[in-house]
């Protein structure tokens, strides 16, 4: 199975080990300030439920809420791993990267096969642009676990 390519720095500049800190901090405040924004987008829509929304859009509202949360945690971790050199951390985040970049690639060929159908107009551009960065980090994070990682066992 091939293994994924390693950098040796972050952005052309930065050390691996302050590239893994950067996205570990991306990810955290992201998290955090995307959760704000769904709570408030929910607590705004919970009133008018049955009115204006339906459950349905409360529900989608709270899942995605959830999900900012668990970025948050998944930065949190990502950060506890490369500070205090907690190789498992950063190994759990790099394994819940790569099925995230699994599903998003599928969803980016579902997307491209709708768009070729002429059912919808996806923004192919931000999708590719945000898959491209998403595996640009996971490489820097597992470039830094190769690094550090004194002999584990990475992708």
Same mark, same amino acid.
């Given at each position: 199975? &091939?293994?994924? &390519?390693?950098?040796?720095?972050?952005?052309?500049?930065?050390?691996?080990?302050?590239?893994?800190?950067? /996205?570990? !901090?991306? %990810?955290?405040?992201?998290?955090?300030?995307?959760?704000? $924004? %769904?709570?408030?987008?929910?607590?705004?829509? $919970?009133p008018?439920v049955?009115?204006?929304?339906?459950?349905?859009?409360?529900?989608?509202?709270a899942?995605m809420?959830?999900?900012? *949360?668990?970025?948050? *945690?998944?930065?949190? %971790?990502?950060?506890?791993? *490369?500070?205090?050199?907690?190789?498992?951390?950063?190994? +759990? !985040?790099?394994?819940?990267?790569?099925?995230?970049?699994?599903?998003? +690639?599928?969803?980016?060929?579902?997307?491209i *096969?709708? !768009?070729?159908?002429?059912?919808?107009?996806?923004? /192919? =551009?931000?999708?590719?642009?945000?898959?491209?960065?998403?595996?640009?980090?996971? /490489? #820097?994070?597992?470039?830094?676990?190769?690094?550090?990682?004194? =002999? #584990?066992?990475?992708?």
């Open positions: 199975m &091939p293994s994924i &390519p390693q950098v040796n720095n972050c952005c052309f500049c930065l050390t691996t080990e302050t590239g893994a800190k950067i /996205i570990g !901090w991306l %990810y955290t405040i992201g998290g955090a300030l995307q959760a704000i $924004l %769904y709570l408030m987008d929910l607590l705004r829509i $919970l008018r049955g009115k204006e929304y339906t459950t349905g859009d409360a529900f989608v509202i899942v809420m959830a999900l900012a *949360v668990l970025i948050c *945690v998944l930065g949190i %971790y990502l950060l506890l791993g *490369v500070y205090k050199g907690n190789h498992s951390y950063v190994r +759990l !985040w790099l394994n819940v990267i790569v099925i995230v970049i699994i599903i998003q +690639l599928i969803f980016f060929a579902i997307r *096969v709708m !768009w070729i159908m002429g059912r919808s107009q996806p923004d /192919i =551009g931000v999708n590719l642009l945000n898959l491209l960065l998403l595996i640009y980090f996971a /490489i #820097v994070v597992n470039s830094y676990l190769r690094e550090h990682g004194s =002999g #584990v066992e990475t992708f």
